[in-house]
């Protein structure tokens, strides 16, 4: 099968992207799934949500092609799952602080949209899901996620507003198609922290779904403090709370994404806005 990479991506900041990308790639793991999350965010959430502190070598560094992609990667596996099965696995590529730079030093570089795609190749095809965590903008970061992706994967949360910024989302990815990765293939929108006591989200979801149809995917991600908590353990939430509601949410997530892949979306509409 060929290797999917999924970039997850929203410009607003808080909307569930790093939880979805620990949260999801533990559970494509789990389903027996060699995976690779890339944390692309200066603030390096990602990377630290999976116990990873130190400075290492990371995305800066393969942006900048002073390391090879595969000399960055850290198992994570003990980090996201209690119970590994028979060819699950998660390495991260790691980001650090001096990912802000990138943005800076790439400006003037004529392929600074192309380098995480590029620092891949050689490497990719040792997986199956490679999950990116862009950061919360629209810029060259942001970029080298959805040049480098197959899929994108936008979290869109519960709340007033959601809609908000998803048409810039979508413009994003009809230019990238365009110009630079005529492979994008498919939108999926992801609603996140749902809390079934307000009616507003039941709400939210009611008008996203009016406006994106197909595009959504039919799981939807509860609210629950246990979601907030398991990154200052380190762990993702299938290994801090296994049985609970977050991690049966994203488990269900993973099933869905994994038989969209089979019977691909091909009738969903373009992501255009
Ligand atoms: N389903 C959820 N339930 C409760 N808290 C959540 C949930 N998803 C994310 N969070 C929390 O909300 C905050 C923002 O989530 P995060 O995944 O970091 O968003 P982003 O990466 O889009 O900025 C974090 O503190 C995170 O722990
Ligand atoms: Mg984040």
């Known amino acids: 099968m060929a290797t999917r990479v999924i970039a997850v991506a929203n410009q607003k900041g808080g909307v569930g992207k790093t939880t979805t990308v620990a949260a999801l790639g533990a559970a494509l793991a789990a389903r027996g799934h060699r995976v ?85 190749r050689d490497d990719v095809h040792r997986f199956g899901y490679v999950l990116v965590d862009c950061p919360p903008s629209l810029g060259t970061l942001t970029l ?22 998803l048409t810039q989302l979508l413009g994003t990815l009809r230019r990238v198609r365009e110009r630079l990765n005529p492979g994008l293939a498919h939108l999926h929108l992801a609603m996140t ?25 039919r799981t939807t991600i509860p609210r629950t403090v246990r979601l907030a908590e398991a990154p200052s353990h380190g762990q993702s939430i299938l290994r801090y709370d296994p049985a609970g509601r977050g991690a049966e949410a994203y488990r269900t997530m993973a099933a869905e994404i994994e038989a969209r892949g089979v019977a691909g979306i091909a009738g969903a509409p373009a992501p255009e806005s």
């Open 193 to 217: 922290m749902f809390d079934a006591r307000t009616g507003l989200a039941q709400g939210v979801v009611e008008e996203v779904r009016t406006h994106f149809a197909d595009l959504i995917l």
């Open 36 to 120: 690779l999350v890339v944390d692309a965010d200066p603030q390096a959430n990602l990377t630290s949500s999976l116990g990873v502190t130190k400075d290492r070598l990371g995305t800066y560094d393969v942006l900048m092609r002073a390391a090879a992609a595969a000399s960055t990667f850290i198992d994570v596996t003990s980090a996201a799952l209690r119970v590994v099965p028979d060819g699950g696995s998660i390495h991260l590529m790691p980001a650090s602080p001096d990912l802000a730079g990138a943005e800076v030093e790439l400006a003037t570089a004529h392929d600074r949209t192309a380098r995480l795609r590029e620092g891949l």
């Open 144 to 165: 080298n996620g959805l040049v480098a992706a197959t899929e994108v994967l936008a979290p869109v949360q519960c709340e007033y507003l959601a809609l908000e910024g």
